[in-house]
């Protein structure tokens, strides 16, 4: 038996703002908590979910394109033809940010809250709020 792999959605919900603090919220949907004021926020987005339904994903071990035919993410499938089993995993967008000090572009995964950065080209430190 082979060990279990991952494979990224290309679909990702909406972004959306906490309606308490207007700060990002956590991709994804259902019960979702603000992680800047602790906000409890119920989401649901039956686009995404139908095009979770529909999405067509390669099976890491043989290639066999398969429908996911599952409307939550992350998801565990089994492949058909191989029998592999592997998890879908919540595709989280990326996003440019302008570093202050060099003006470089630097690109990282839209997550809520405040982060500290520090750009590989010119070591500035900065921080960076969802």
Known sequence: MS??????????????????????????LGDLQCKLCSAKVRIDHPITRKKWEEEKVGCPECGKVLIVGVNKRPAH???????????????IPKVEITCPGCER??????????????????????NVKF
């Open 105 to 126: 572009q630097l690109r990282m995964k839209r997550k809520p809250g405040e982060r500290r950065i520090d750009c590989p080209a010119c070591s500035t430190a900065f």
């Open 3 to 28: 060990e279990e792999s991952t494979v990224e959605s290309r679909i990702s919900p909406p972004a959306l703002s906490c309606p308490k603090c207007e700060g990002l919220l956590p991709s994804g």
């Open 77 to 91: 499938l089994k492949c058909a033809s191989c029998t592999h089993h592997f998890t879908l995993t919540p595709h």
